[in-house]
Antibody
Framework: QVQLVESGGGVVQPGRSLRLSCAASGLTFSSFGMHWVRQAPGKGLEWVAFISHDGSNKIYADSVKGRFTISRSNVNDTLSLQMSSLRAEDTALYYC?????????????WGQGTLVTVSS | QSALTQPASVSGSPGQSITISCTATNIDIELYNLVSWYQHRPGKAPRLMIYQASKRPSGVSARFSGSMSGNTASLTISGLQAEDEADYYCYSYAGNNTGLFGGGTTLAVL
């Protein structure tokens, strides 16, 4: 079955960078768009970024545009999120999520999340 | 400013039916027809319950149904069970290459 396993979270100081990864298995990874979604403590879900199945199209929420970069390796079946200029408000549990197909804007499989804490 | 507005909480007794609304502001959810619903239990990954407003993925109980009328999408859960207690989120493509979640609704099964 489809498995998505995030890693790379941790505590980081404001202004610094962090790279999250999501290892995918049980699917033809190169066939599906992928997303990052986050949940700040005590808050709701927030869509962060999308990458198309072949990596040619990348879309970001306004809150992270210019600071975060989504990428993927269809050789290693891995999704990544490079986060820079981190702010306290980026503190959240970050989920990778599989699109239902190429770009359906719905998420049919999710990882368990990796926690990012931005604090001095 | 685009928004999807959900009630903060709803409750029902076992066996009853409840409906959670998701009202769109400045998003033509009927045109896009890309509203989905997610169940999120504490400590668990969110789970897709409904996509394209009314379609149910395989494995999701038929007790869950979705509908849409005008600028409001709705999730109905019939025959409430204790295991249905969770937070529920609507989500939609919001145009201009962006997606948006509603604020979430906490369902209590009393």
């Amino acid at each position: 079955q489809v498995q998505l396993v995030e890693s790379g979270g941790g505590v980081v100081q404001p202004g610094r960078s962090l790279r999250l990864s999501c290892a995918a298995s049980g699917l033809t990874f190169s066939s599906f768009g992928m997303h990052w979604v986050r949940q700040a403590p005590g808050k709701g879900l927030e869509w962060v970024a999308f990458i198309s199945h072949d990596g040619s199209n990348k879309i970001y929420a306004d809150s992270v545009k210019g600071r975060f970069t989504i990428s993927r390796s269809n050789v290693n079946d891995t999704l990544s999120l490079q986060m820079s200029s981190l702010r306290a408000e980026d503190t959240a549990l970050y989920y990778c999520a599989k699109d239902r197909y190429s770009s359906s804007w719905s998420f049919d499989h999710w990882g368990q999340g990796t926690l990012v804490t931005v604090s001095s | 400013q685009s928004a999807l507005t959900q009630p903060a909480s709803v409750s029902g007794s076992p066996g009853q039916s409840i409906t959670i609304s998701c009202t769109a502001t400045n998003i033509d959810i009927e045109l896009y027809n890309l509203v989905s619903w997610y169940q999120h239990r504490p400590g668990k990954a969110p789970r897709l319950m409904i996509y394209q407003a009314s379609k149910r993925p395989s494995g999701v109980s038929a007790r869950f149904s979705g509908s849409m009328s005008g600028n409001t999408a709705s999730l109905t859960i019939s025959g409430l069970q204790a295991e249905d207690e969770a937070d529920y989120y609507c989500y939609s493509y919001a145009g201009n290459n962006t997606g948006l979640f509603g604020g979430g609704t906490t369902l209590a099964v009393l």
